[in-house]
């Protein structure tokens, strides 16, 4: 019997759910690359820019005025979302990838001196590895990798604290919730241990952000970034969280207007708290946009949405497990609701493309790790990635698309 | 149904059992082709004859079935051909995949891949080996 926890009461805020593809049903299964957005998130963007746009932070007027308030009452509803003490600490960026690459290039460059280590896990999205790379390559210092075991993606972590006592590991960058392993990270207990022997975290919550609940003081990490259009909003717009004490003497690493105190010829001094790192006129519809998504998710409640998503991420694991020479990435139990395949010799291109024939739409390819992949011997993998607005009965679409693509290009 | 359009009879059969698969050693030139959205990697390595007519043919690699399908009907196709005339062969080919209407001169088999024309994103696929047999011959002579 099938359960759908939450896909009753909300699949239908979803107009884009709504549609055929192909002739068929949609059934989107890429939720880990970009997830859809509610109407009312929609609606709120729109409603901004119909009635209250103007720029921030600088003007006089009533609509620059309304501006600022929503700009700023969303950062504060992104450091609710994330638990954290004060707004003051929540950076906004364009996504992800620019919050890494901003700590890299803005804590890296200050902190980091030859000899020195940054420590990564084997599993990293290109995201949270090549920022690593070139400030390595920049500072002199060395990037190092915690292996991962097997297909399943195994970390022994608890070989993390005799590591960060024997070598003089700086910064420890790690994912929450891997992309295309599926398995989770206890951010808690390594944050715990980072912490012990004085080493600046940093968390991927890419995948996480919008499917668990989150809190910075509890998880206790130094950096925390995620994007928005991975949990209902805006492409465009995502979040850096900074712990204050590191945050307070991190430099900029964009210039211009925004960010500024005072400008001579000769020189600027750079605002106080987040602003500094927000060169520019800010992306202010995506952050009204991005609120009132994050605000939508905290109705739903994140525990059930990572509920449903253990759910799917089991239910998927059992039954595509039935099909012949399928061979799943990532942990067999405690999974994410994502799950990452090969198919026999069916490679994942074809596989995706045959799919999307029948109206399900998947992702094919590396997933931006293709040194993981290089490792487990794969080229590539087909994913199949779930988020509360499917229904099991889509789950059992996949399974038969996939039975088909067996027959169509099997011997 | 739109998808046998893309994956033709005669497309499955060359994927599945490719043509002139495998490797040739020195003095054979090789080329090789990157697609770096999927990671598909394919090889081709050419001998020519003493009149400069491609005399051996191979390929290999790991790739999708349109990859594969292509770079197997190629290898039948350009055998016995000149450079020029297997390089005049994929700008027809590449014309064909991409222009409304562009003419199928001497194609034969491979106008089995005017299924692509509907499925842009899969381009790349088509042609991948057509890039490395020109980095090959490219490399010939050398």
């Not at chain 1, 519809?285 to 739903?300: C, H, K, R, T, W």
Request: hydrophobic share 40%.
């Amino acid at each position: 019997m099938a359960i759908d926890l939450l896909a009753h009461d909300y699949r239908g805020d979803f107009p884009i759910l709504d549609q055929k593809v192909n002739g068929f049903p949609l059934v989107y299964l890429d939720n880990a690359a970009s997830t859809q957005h509610p109407v009312c998130v929609i609606d709120e963007i729109a409603r901004y820019y119909r009635e209250d746009h103007a720029n921030v932070h600088r003007g006089i007027h009533a609509l620059s005025s309304r501006a600022t308030k929503l700009y700023e009452d969303a950062r504060i509803v992104a450091a609710q979302f994330l638990g954290a003490a004060s707004s003051e600490s929540i950076i906004f960026t364009r996504g992800t990838t620019e919050g890494i690459n901003l700590v890299a290039s803005s804590w890296g460059s200050a902190h980091l001196s030859p000899g020195e280590i940054i420590l990564i896990t084997e599993m990293e999205h290109h995201a949270n590895l090549i920022p690593w790379q070139m400030i390595a390559r920049r500072t002199g210092a060395s990037l190092q990798y915690i292996p991962i075991h097997g297909d399943e993606g195994t970390v022994d972590w608890s070989l993390l604290d005799q590591r960060l006592k024997e070598n003089p590991v700086r910064l420890l960058a790690f994912t929450h919730i891997s992309n295309s392993l599926g398995c989770i990270n206890p951010v808690r207990e390594i944050c715990t241990t980072a912490r012990r022997h004085g080493v600046v975290t940093l968390v991927d919550a890419a995948q996480s952000a919008g499917h668990a609940p989150i809190n910075v003081q509890e998880l206790g990490c130094d950096f925390l970034v995620f994007s928005g259009h991975k949990c209902c909003g805006p492409t465009g717009i995502g979040v850096l969280y900074g712990n204050p004490e590191l945050l307070a003497d991190l430099e900029p690493s964009q210039f211009g207007g925004e960010m500024i105190s005072r400008v001579t010829y000769e020189s600027a001094e750079w605002k106080s708290g987040p602003h500094r790192f927000e060169a520019g006129t800010p992306h202010i519809a995506g952050a009204v946009g991005l609120a009132s998504a994050l605000e939508y998710l905290e109705n739903i409640g994140r525990s059930a949405i990572r509920h449903s998503d253990h759910h799917f991420g089991r239910v998927a694991y059992e039954k595509l497990s039935a099909l012949p020479g399928i061979r799943i990435l990532g942990p067999k139990t405690e999974r994410a609701g994502l799950v990452s395949f090969q198919l026999g010799t069916i490679h994942a291109h074809d596989l995706v493309a045959y799919a999307d024939q029948f109206g399900v739409a998947m992702r094919g390819g590396h997933h931006c790790n293709q040194p993981l992949m290089r490792k487990l011997g794969l080229q590539a993998t087909a994913r199949a990635s779930f988020y509360f607005y499917n229904t099991e009965s889509e789950i059992d679409r996949l399974v038969d698309v996939l039975w088909d693509a067996i027959r169509y290009f099997g011997d | 149904m739109e998808i046998d359009d893309l994956y033709q009879t005669i497309i499955l059969d060359h994927s599945k059992r490719p043509r002139n698969f495998g490797e040739l050693p020195p003095p054979a030139v090789k080329g090789e082709g990157y697609n770096p959205s999927c990671g598909d990697e394919i090889a081709v390595f050419v001998s020519e004859s003493p009149t400069g007519t491609i005399e051996q043919i191979r390929f290999n690699g790991q790739a999708c079935a349109i990859c594969m399908a292509s770079t197997s009907l190629m290898t039948t196709q350009v055998k016995g051909k000149t450079t020029a005339q297997a390089l005049g062969l994929k700008r027809v080919f590449i014309e064909f995949l991409t222009k409304e209407a562009a003419p199928a001169n001497g194609l034969g088999n491979l106008q089995a891949f005017g299924g692509v024309k509907k499925f842009p994103q899969r381009l790349k696929c088509a042609t991948l080996g057509w890039h490395a047999l020109a980095a090959a011959l490219g490399n010939c002579g050398q």
